[in-house]
């Protein structure tokens, strides 16, 4: 039960997060970035991003209980918006994003490895909701939440290394394949997105 609960949660995650779909985003932000430019800009981004998970984690359930909202209420819409997430990762067009959008974002004066690449590529919405469900105060305790912060931080340590080896994995993967595997973990997560609802308004109506 423990194992299932934790390997869970690191599908979840990784899912949510699919390194395969920001691996793409980061090589058109940084192409013109030196190699270890680019390794910084990875870890910072990734750095970033798990601080923000990391601080949801931690005062995520709080906010929405101050709020007076209810975590199956939070789980209904959390998984609509999960699923709604999947569904655009599905049926989008396969089309990269063009040059001009890229240059336009990384010639800002903003630091990319912050945004789009921190927040709201790797710390999205569909990220933020999963770490709250996943430690729900009312389910989990502390020792579980811990757990699954660290599986999470597991999933970022995973995500750097493979942005370290980007350029190989695009070059071995090719558009093609990035875009199917892209779309199988969108459907994954449109699975465990409906798993959510239905607990959710399990957890509203009949118990």
């Known amino acids: ?33 030196s190699l270890e430019t680019r390794r910084r800009t990875a870890l910072r981004a990734v750095v ?5 998970l990391v601080a949801f ?5 709080i906010v929405l209980e101050a709020l007076g909202i209810d975590l199956p209420a939070f789980s209904i819409a959390g998984g609509l918006v999960l699923l709604a997430v999947s ?6 067009p396969t089309e990269r994003p063009a040059k001009e959008e890229v240059d336009e974002v990384a010639d800002s004066p903003q630091d990319v490895a912050v945004f789009p690449l ?15 469900l996943l430690t729900d105060n009312e ?27 980007a350029g190989r994995i695009q070059r071995l993967l ?14 994954v997560l449109a699975a ?3 798993d959510i609802i239905i607990n959710g308004i399990r957890a509203s109506f009949f118990v």
């Open 87 to 92: 569904l655009q990762r599905i049926l989008r």
């Open 139 to 165: 389910q989990f305790g502390i020792v579980e939440q811990t757990q699954t912060t660290l599986v999470m931080l597991g999933v970022m340590i995973l995500l750097y290394l493979m942005l370290l080896m």
């Open 48 to 52: 970033f991003a798990a601080v923000i």
């Open 174 to 187: 090719g558009n093609t394949g990035s875009d199917v595997l892209s779309r199988i973990a969108a459907l």
């Open 192 to 194: 465990l997105s409906v």
């Open 1 to 33: 039960m423990f194992e299932h609960r934790l390997f869970n949660d690191f599908v979840t995650l990784l899912v949510v997060i699919d390194p395969i779909n920001v691996i793409p985003a980061f090589m058109l932000l940084t192409q013109y970035l």
């Open 57 to 61: 984690i931690i005062v995520g359930q």
């Open 118 to 132: 921190a927040t709201p590529l790797i710390a999205g919405p569909g990220s933020i909701i999963a770490v709250v």
